[in-house]
């Protein structure tokens, strides 16, 4: 099954869908999501408009059905930055051509001028969690940032297209759980989704000048079930935050050796163990006075540290000022916002 889009503008990206797909569509404050339970597709695909020339789509879904989404829009060159947090992507220039696969964990860079076509292939029955940001070149109003982006992407003088798959990279799956999890609402939502979409996009940049610079760095010791396994027990400290951790427990139930560990939190997360931690039980604590009727001595225990002294200091660090004073102006914070 084809299905064609002919737009950048996220509006009516979401209203070609919907009418070749079926489902329910539904708009929240410049935030579109198409929930589809039907005999093309069950799942759900969302999308926000960071700025005219940006847009970020999110498939969260199983198509029942071989799906290929065409992008052809006479009046832009685009540029795809493609994303697998599970399962995989194929994309091609042409719905015959030998098709590039994203696999999990993967990024992927494709872009055309608006005489060529982009194809995004789905195999019928396997689930995939896929984030796109596509970048309309034609309307960035940033002359510099053009210039650099047509310089970079569309300097291919054969074709006039440009396709890259990346190394794997478990920042921009972090980032993009992130972004699904941001739970604030009006302004404050919006400034944390495009500064979180712009992070992901300056992910995908940084690993490609990585990967064309054939950079020799931590990635190169480690494996991917090296990284699966780091992304896990690092799930597990932010469940449980409460425990007292040494690199020790935690090596043994990663299952990897102590320097290993340490290095892939580092490249995950640009953070020692100790540190990640420590940030965890922050952030957590800064959650809890946000939303429960706890005093700050019962948060302290209940992230697993016993120095209210201590834990006071690594908060104003993080978020400037103190335990105390961020609990007793929530009302004036919520009001502001």
């Not at 410049?30 to 759900?44: F, P, R, S, T, V």
């Not at 940084?206 to 690092?234: G, P, R, W, Y």
């Not at 002294?309 to 660090?317: G, L, R, V």
Request: net charge positive; with cysteine.
């Amino acid at each position: 099954m084809n299905i064609i889009i002919t737009s950048t503008n996220l509006s009516i990206v979401f209203k070609q869908l919907h009418k070749q797909l079926g489902g329910t569509l539904l708009l929240k404050t410049k935030e579109y999501i198409l929930k589809l339970n039907n005999d093309i597709a069950c799942g759900i695909i969302s999308g926000i408009a960071v700025e005219n020339a940006i847009i970020y789509i999110e498939y969260d879904i199983i198509f029942k059905k071989d799906i290929t989404i065409q992008f052809r829009n006479e009046k832009s060159n685009s540029i795809h930055f493609g994303y697998c947090s599970k399962g995989e992507l194929l994309q091609s220039f042409d719905s015959k051509d030998k098709k590039d696969r994203i696999g999990q964990f993967q990024t992927g860079i494709f872009s055309n001028t608006h005489d060529r076509k982009t194809y995004f292939h789905f195999k019928k029955e396997k689930y995939s969690n896929v984030s796109v940001i596509t970048l309309d070149a034609s309307n960035v109003t940033d002359m510099e940032l053009h210039s650099q982006l047509k310089n970079k992407f569309f300097n291919s003088p054969k074709i006039h297209q440009f396709s890259y798959i990346g190394s794997f990279n478990l920042k921009i799956a972090e980032k993009i759980e992130e972004l699904n999890g941001i739970e604030q609402n009006g302004l404050i939502r919006s400034l944390m989704i495009n500064s979180t979409v712009f992070l992901i996009l300056a992910l995908e940049i940084e690993q490609h000048k990585a990967d064309e610079l054939n950079d020799e760095s931590q990635f190169s010791s480690l494996t991917k079930s090296n990284m699966e396994a780091v992304k896990e027990i690092s799930q597990f400290i932010r469940n449980y935050p409460e425990i007292n951790y040494t690199l020790k427990y935690l090596s043994r139930k990663a299952g990897l050796a102590p320097l290993k560990l340490q290095q892939g939190f580092k490249v995950l997360h640009d953070r020692t163990v100790s540190d990640y931690i420590r940030n965890v039980r922050v952030e957590v604590a800064e959650k809890l006075i946000r939303t429960t009727e706890l005093n700050i001595s019962e948060i302290v225990y209940s992230v697993g540290l016993s120095s209210r002294s201590y834990f006071s200091k690594i908060f104003k660090e993080k978020y400037n000022c103190s335990p105390k004073y961020y609990k007793s102006n929530q009302n004036t914070l919520s009001i502001t916002a």
